[in-house]
Nanobody, 115 residues
Framework: QEQLVESGGGLVQPGGSLRLSCAAS????????MAWYRQAPGKPREWVAG???????NYADSVKGRFTISRDNAKNTVDLQMNNLKPEDTGIYYC?????????WGQGTQVTVSS
């Protein structure tokens, strides 16, 4: 059964960095569009960044220039490097995998940006 497992969240001061990782099971990873979403307390889940199997990336305006999404199709992993973190980046970060036949979510990992 396909599943996603995130890791790498934690507490960081404003201006700091964190790297999130998402490991996927299954044999069709390279065909999935992978993405990171986040949900702040009391707010709806929002899309943060996405990456196609080809490596083409897209970012929400709020994180452009600070976050970098990458994938390793040989290892079935997708990472989110987050730099210059701000308090408004606080939330639960979810990994997402999508294909015409599949929609998967990870369990989420907490990111807290606070001094």
């Amino acid at each position: 059964q396909e599943q996603l497992v995130e890791s790498g969240g934690g507490l960081v001061q404003p201006g700091g960095s964190l790297r999130l990782s998402c490991a996927a099971s299954g044999s069709s990873f390279s065909s999935y569009v992978m993405a990171w979403y986040r949900q702040a307390p009391g707010k709806p889940r929002e899309w943060v960044a996405g990456i196609r199997g080809s490596g083409i990336t897209n970012y929400a305006d709020s994180v452009k220039g600070r976050f970098t999404i990458s994938r390793d199709n040989a290892k079935n992993t997708v990472d989110l490097q987050m730099n210059n973190l701000k308090p408004e980046d606080t939330g639960i970060y979810y990994c997402n995998a999508r294909s015409p036949l599949l929609l998967l979510w990870g369990q989420g990992t907490q990111v807290t940006v606070s001094s």
